[in-house]
């Protein structure tokens, strides 16, 4: 039996296998991913001593990645690409959801190129977004946050895959000798920009929880499809941490809305969801933008940007681009993407600063 917590942690690898197949088909280049992938499928291997057990986790992976595990371990892409990735219309979805972050963030990193800034990734999994920010922005410190075995996984990751360990600028020496010493060791990782920090969020009550957090530095706080694993009024707590404890900062926020919706697209969602036994509260309880934008109120946060996917799609990009990413594959389900897409909000707000968000919102 898996605990919730599990549960919920393996959908980082739904996260990943999606933003794999967009990496692959080209709608998103990601020099670190297949390195981060690679780590974990090492990582994964190397702690299991049965090799029944092993072949079964091997097939597993190679299921979620597409059947791009090498027999010797890590991750084998060649030139042919595999039959199958995810359909069109979720590598369309993928797309929208990382670009949009990413647009947000590079906003806010323009206005802030010559100051010390920092930015926080509440759970992150094994995202890699953060190594391409931190190679781009010398300036930005990261910290990262995640459940503790998570960020055992992404450090191990971290510490051997040269990319990823140069990138955060590791040391040699923080290498444990052996993979039992590496289990038995701690699961964070600090080096002078970096900061992956294994904590339940919703355990966290104390800046001292947080000693590489500077309170007085600009901060973007992302949540991308992190803080809906968690009962209302703790996911509530976890962004208030944030309002209180940092002078200034800007909240971003990706999560998925609709669940009460009498569509079906809602119910289907909620179907999926409890057959996989995963909990998202504020699906139903937060499940309009209107509501999400009420939410983020009561909690004192300034409203600069509330939209769903949907909107983001027709109204940020550029029409270049979306002729660039529609010559990636052929999409027939315009009708289906867009009504996934309704099913998804991003919300951006500050405090403590007057830095707006330049894209327009949908209310
Ligand atoms: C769907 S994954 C998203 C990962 C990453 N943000 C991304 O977009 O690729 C959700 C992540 O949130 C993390 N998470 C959920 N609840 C958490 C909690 N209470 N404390 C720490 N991490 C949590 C999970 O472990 C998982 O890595």
Known sequence: MFSQDQITRSTDYDALSCRLSCHLKGYLIDKYLEKEISGIIRFKLLSI??????????????????????????????????????????????????????LVIDQWLGENATSKVQLVILGSGNDTRGFRLLEKHPNLSLIEIDFEETCRIKKYSILNEIALKTVVDAKENQIPDTHEAFINSSASLSTPRYHLIPLDLRQLSSVSQLPSLDPALPTLVLTECCVCYMEDNESNRVLQFFRENLQSGVLVMYDPIGGDSSANYGQIMLQNLSMRGIQMPSLLKYSTIEKQHDR?????????????????????????ELVSINRLELLDELEELSLINKHYCLLVSSWGTSWRLAFPSQI
Not at 71 to 87: A, F, I, M, N, W
Not at 297 to 320: A, C, K, M
Request: net charge positive; glycine share 6%.
């Open 49 to 102: 001593e049965s090799e029944f057990k092993r072949l079964s986790v091997k097939r597993q992976l190679s299921k979620q990645f597409f059947g791009l595990v090498d027999p010797k371990g890590g991750l084998k892409v060649s030139s042919r690409l595999p039959v199958v990735l995810k359909s069109p219309v979720i590598n369309r979805g993928t797309w929208i959801r990382t670009r949009s972050i990413d």
């Open 296 to 320: 983020l109120r009561e909690l004192g946060f300034s409203l600069t940007n509330v939209s769903d996917l949907s909107f983001v799609y027709t109204h940020w990009i550029d029409q270049p």
